[in-house]
């Protein structure tokens, strides 16, 4: 419930604040006193855009805070939600500097204008005169009929049901934009994979070949080079292994004489040791030291081979290949696993598509229930109001598309007269006669919905008498379960309030400026009968104005 507005350079607005409470408010106050800029004020708290436009003082920031009961709401979930305090009393303020920039507070925590928006929607519904024509649009039609079907929590499931179901869609068209793709690649790299897999490249294998035909190219060379060194360590006369076996023996023979010569003896040893090993591999090697023709060919198809592969794919090394062949291997998978990737989406979608048409159809279900209940009503209200032969039709058609809301498609029609036909609401309705529509649909939803406070601008336009009385009870019946404030120029509604307002404009210093007061009953009474007549009051006009407000 709105408890506080509180309004500082803004338009004709130096600096006002004003007290609501609950039941019903009359504002009140001649065309062009400021009406609109008390409503213009508070959208700004609301979310609506801000402009610099709108300072009174363009050196000075503008300030509006609006305080709001709302701890019998269950707000506190969407407070946590979005990171906020909640209090009891929670203070909205939107600053607009000179700038035009603006910044917007919940609680002091600065905020987004979303979330101002957001929060909005869960307090107050502002109703401007012109927005009956909501009436014709097929949301507003649902969002009425659902408010009577209880439908909320069936649409809030419906509607993360289609959020998956249109990913998935999503997925599935990317999936077989990305296999037709594929499939335009697929023979080549098929090809390319294959040639690899066949090559079966070992991750060292070039250096070890490379290092092999260079064996075999010098084969000679290392076979002289082998039988040279055979015949110096092996000769009988001048030959190392000789030689060093006599060295050894005189060595032998002294070793005992001192701790020194046995050091040199030991080491000695251990060189003939080591040379005898050394001669022997020398042998070895050397009888296996045989020019292949068959393995040279063989060494040099097969290094060919990987240069071949390596030119192919402009790389230097087979671990490079090896990742080509990988990267290969990757795409042709994907082409020869992508319709079983696209079947199982296809079943995922059926699937979500089974549970959301559910879903839909148990809201159908509950739309055709509560549409005899709401025309009713509608009626009923309406026959109050001086539309006695008003008769509504709502035709809805459940259907294979996927809205927002669900799968139906809905018609209104009304008949405003004794044997007129049904027509479109927007072609058969006058403008007070939507006026009246549009005050018996919020009546009905006042008792559906948890709205703390309506806001009505004038919605009482193109009525007067004995109507515009019964618009007025309408209005008091309503203040029981949720707050009212009525922008009214009707002295029928003014009446009704159990607050009254007066907006009024007063000439300060040549500086005009908009004010807002609260009016006791003796100011209702002049105000309602200048109403009535005009600014000539007259004694009967005071007198019907007392009759009024009795």
Do not use: W
């Amino acid at each position: 419930m709105l408890i506080q507005l509180s309004i500082k350079n803004y338009a004709l607005i130096e600096s006002l604040s004003v007290n609501f409470q609950d039941n019903l408010s009359i504002i009140t106050g001649e065309t062009g006193a400021g009406k609109s800029i008390l409503l213009g004020a508070l959208g700004l708290v609301l979310g609506k855009r801000a402009d610099s436009s709108t300072l009174k003082d363009s050196s000075k920031k503008c300030i509006i805070e609006a305080k709001f009961s709302i701890l019998n709401y269950q707000l506190q979930s969407f407070f946590e939600e979005k990171d906020l305090d909640f209090e009891e009393e929670t203070i909205i303020r939107r600053e607009i500097l000179p700038s035009g920039k603006s910044r917007a507070f919940i609680n002091d925590t600065p905020t987004t204008v979303q979330t101002l928006q957001l929060l909005s929607e869960k307090l107050i519904d502002v109703h401007s005169q012109h927005q009956t024509v909501q009436l014709a649009d097929g949301d507003f039609q649902f969002y009425i009929i659902d408010a009577l079907a209880n439908n909320s929590e069936k649409i809030a499931s419906y509607k993360r049901g289609l959020l998956i179901f249109n990913k998935l869609q999503r997925e599935l068209k990317i999936l077989k934009k990305q296999q037709e793709a594929a499939k335009e690649q697929y023979e080549y790299n098929l090809h390319l994979f294959t040639e690899l897999e066949k090559a079966n490249l070992k991750i060292d294998e070039q250096e070890t070949l490379e290092q092999q035909l260079d064996k075999e190219n010098n084969i000679e060379e290392i076979k002289l080079n082998l039988t040279e060194a055979q015949a110096l360590a092996l000769n009988e006369e001048i030959g190392m292994q000789a030689l060093l076996v006599s060295f050894t023996t005189n060595l032998n023979k002294i070793h005992s004489f001192s701790s020194e010569y046995k050091e040199l003896y030991e080491r000695v040893l251990s060189l003939k040791i080591e040379l005898d090993d050394v001669i022997s591999e020398i042998e070895n090697l050397n009888e296996n030291v045989d020019f292949d023709p068959l393995e040279l060919e063989k060494l040099n198809d097969r290094l060919q081979l990987i240069y071949n592969l390596q030119k192919k794919h402009t790389v230097n090394s087979i671990a490079e290949l090896l990742e080509i062949k990988e990267a290969l291997s990757v795409k042709v998978d994907a082409v020869q696993n992508s319709s079983s990737e696209i079947e199982a989406k296809e079943v995922e979608i059926k699937n979500v598509a089974a549970k959301i048409d559910k879903l839909a159809t148990s809201i159908f279900n509950e739309r055709k229930k509560a549409i005899p209940v709401l025309i009713k009503k509608l009626e009923s209200i309406l026959s109050n109001l001086g539309m006695e032969n008003t008769r509504f039709q709502f035709k809805i058609n459940q259907t294979k598309n996927y809205y927002s809301n669900g799968k139906d498609e809905l018609h209104l029609l009304i008949s405003a007269n004794k044997g007129v036909n049904f027509g479109e609401l927007k072609k058969v309705a006058s403008g007070g006669e939507l006026s009246r529509i549009m005050l018996a649909v919020k009546a009905i939803l006042s008792e559906y919905s948890k709205l703390p406070t309506i806001i009505f601008d004038e919605i009482d336009t193109g009525v007067s008498g004995d109507v515009s009385q019964k618009m007025a009870d309408i209005m008091q019946q309503m203040s029981v379960n949720m707050q009212v404030i009525t922008i009214t120029h009707l002295p029928q509604i003014a009446a009704k309030g159990q607050q009254h307002y007066k907006v009024f404009k007063e000439d300060i210093n040549n500086n005009i400026i908009t004010q807002l007061k609260q009016l006791d009953v003796n100011e209702r009474i002049k105000e309602i009968a200048e109403m009535l007549s005009g600014k000539n009051i007259s004694e009967t006009a005071i007198e019907h104005a007392k009759q009024l407000l009795n």
